[in-house]
């Protein structure tokens, strides 16, 4: 018990220390507080983003997932996660232009720029929030699974022990100690999720011998649909879908498109982001299966616990109390996040239209920090689902916001009235799934819901608005093509009920994704050889500072 309790105040005085030092370069002023003053490098830039995308679903929810569907979900997760990297460019380079030429901070200060329409910038504001917080709450309901684990804490407990260390260099600290305790936590998670699956693996004599064992008791979980029979191909198709719109539109990952120092290192990230996706994903996936070796049985949310229940049974209390905070990293990275960006959206977009004074200081924004970890804290108490069910409703109302960012950026002259239509039709569509009062045919809600959202778009704006320049540059419009090419590639239907064969203990199936996502970094590479047009159309005409 001494070794549990060193290895983890160990830890907490790391990112403490961090987010105090972080407080000494802090001026007072929300550019600096919630930007860091735009200077982010690459390295930086990369692992708070990284970190801040790679949740406690990642370790948690990914890990639940993979012991009760199996590799299927490997797939999803990294190749998936990894498609998001085609938005740093598509809209990221666009965002960090605007807000670098127009002083933005917030993402709904975007909407506001573009549309100039206070009201859209609200609702735009207000869905952020409502459909962020459910995902928020995931994280200190993991933390409750650590805590409780390690030392029998109760889960409000140890909920509660770590959304205060959370608040507290949060808000001392501000972007700047959220990204460097990011980086910290980001590096800290992948090397020991690496490391807890070797020490898993060599329990049942190597990774190779583990799975072969795993494939004769459980070869559902080699092959597609999954333990569970649930990712069939159009359940396949909208996660994949899913992750391109909603990723983008997560307001902490939204806001660090503002933060960088150049559009280099936007591009950088970008560039680095499959490889990342593919390497944070793998072991949460296989240590989930690899788990029903030792723990066969569990059932729904109880399956979210098996790498706790892995690492105090097989890593021995100072490994395993280690692997475990890479754990609490994940979804401490994201929780920190979260409570910045939010709090910087209600003390810029939603307190000034309840005051009628603006925040100067940044001061409202400390406060909403706090505010926000007790809502999250609370809802973590008594979850109602699956970290990946919770995740999958609240990923889906941030991605029906996509279209109207996407032609806010892109339209010669976006109407807010479009913008209006599309998120309430998909607010709306999120909420009448949510309640079961639609069919879904088969998709994830999310895939109605989304094409309901641009279709409200489109027809309420008239068609000469639609205009775009058709000579897109020849290698833009290459990689658009190659990109397209491989979303197609990877509804790969015809390879479902396939096991093996197996290199390294994986199947040939899920090495393919790997494939896939290197071929993305290849489309990358080859794009970013050609500046883009001035920013704020595809033809060029409208410049940033109109």
């Keep these: 018990m001494l070794t549990r309790i060193s290895v983890l105040a160990a830890y907490f005085v790391i990112l403490l220390s961090i987010g105090f030092l972080a407080r000494r370069r802090l001026k007072d002023s929300p550019g600096e507080y919630f930007l860091a003053g735009r200077s982010l490098s690459v390295f930086v830039l990369v692992g708070t983003m990284a970190a801040t995308n790679f949740s406690a679903f990642t370790v948690f929810g990914t890990s639940g997932a993979g012991y009760r569907d199996g590799l299927a979900f490997f797939p999803i997760m990294a190749f998936g996660t990894g498609f998001m990297a085609l938005t740093f460019w598509l809209l990221g380079r666009r965002i960090w232009r605007l807000g670098r030429a127009r002083g933005l901070i917030t993402p709904a200060e975007l909407i506001g720029s573009l549309y100039n329409h206070r009201?859209?910038?609200?609702l735009f504001a207000l869905g952020m929030v409502v459909f962020t917080i459910p995902?928020?709450?995931?994280?200190p309901l993991a933390a409750g699974l650590v805590l409780n684990s390690l030392f029998g804490l109760p889960q409000a407990a140890g909920a509660g022990l770590i959304t205060l260390i959370i608040v507290l260099y949060t808000v001392r600290g501000g972007f700047r100690a959220v990204a460097w305790t990011d980086v910290f936590q980001g590096l800290l998670m992948v090397t020991l999720m690496v490391v807890a699956l070797l020490l898993v693996a060599s329990h049942f004599g190597g990774l190779t011998q583990a799975t072969k064992e795993a494939l004769q008791l459980h070869p559902e979980l080699f092959s597609r649909p999954g333990g569970a029979?649930?990712?069939?191909?159009a359940i396949w198709f909208s996660y994949l879908m899913l992750w391109f719109f909603c990723d983008p539109m997560f307001p902490?990952?939204?806001q660090r498109f503002y933060t960088a120092r150049s559009e280099r290192v936007l591009g950088r990230t970008m560039l680095l982001y499959p490889a990342i996706c593919t390497l944070a994903f793998f072991p949460p996936v296989a240590l989930g299966v690899l788990g029903r070796l030792n723990f066969p049985g569990l059932a729904d949310k109880a399956a979210d616990n098996i790498v706790p229940l892995l690492m105090t049974t097989i890593a021995g209390d100072f490994m395993g109390t280690l692997i475990l905070t890479a754990g609490l990293a994940a979804l401490m990275s994201t929780m920190d996040s979260q409570l910045l960006t939010l709090s910087s959206i209600f003390a810029r977009d939603l307190h000034p239209l309840i005051s009628r004074k603006p925040d100067t200081t940044g001061r409202t924004g400390?406060?909403?920090?706090?505010?926000?970890a007790i809502v999250g804290f609370a809802l973590a108490i008594n979850p109602p689902a699956t970290i990946l069910q919770i995740a999958t409703q609240a990923f889906t109302g941030l991605a029906v916001l996509f279209p109207t960012v996407f032609f806010g950026l892109y339209l010669k002259t976006p109407r807010p009235t479009a913008a209006l239509a599309s998120i309430i039709t998909g607010e709306a569509l999120v909420i009448a799934y949510a309640l079961h009062l639609l069919p879904t045919f088969g998709f994830l809600p999310a895939v109605p819901a989304i094409a309901g959202a641009i279709l409200a778009y489109v027809l309420a704006l008239p068609?000469?608005?639609?205009?775009?320049?058709?000579?897109l540059q020849r290698r833009p419009a290459i990689c658009l093509t190659g990109?397209?090419?491989l979303f197609l590639a990877a509804q790969d239907f015809w390879r479902w009920g396939e096991t093996g064969p197996l290199i390294l203990g994986w199947p040939t199936w899920a090495w393919y994704f790997v494939v896939l996502s290197a071929a993305q970094t290849a489309l990358m590479v080859y794009w970013l050889q050609t500046p883009e047009p001035v920013a704020g159309t595809l033809d060029g005409t409208r410049t940033v500072t109109n």
């Design 366 to 372: 400390r406060f909403f920090v706090l505010g926000l």
């Design 483 to 485: 990109f397209g090419l």
């Design 119 to 122: 009201g859209l910038s609200a």
């Design 229 to 233: 029979g649930f990712y069939t191909p």
């Design 463 to 471: 068609l000469h608005r639609l205009r775009y320049s058709p000579c």
């Design 252 to 254: 902490q990952l939204f």
């Design 135 to 139: 995902y928020l709450a995931l994280q």
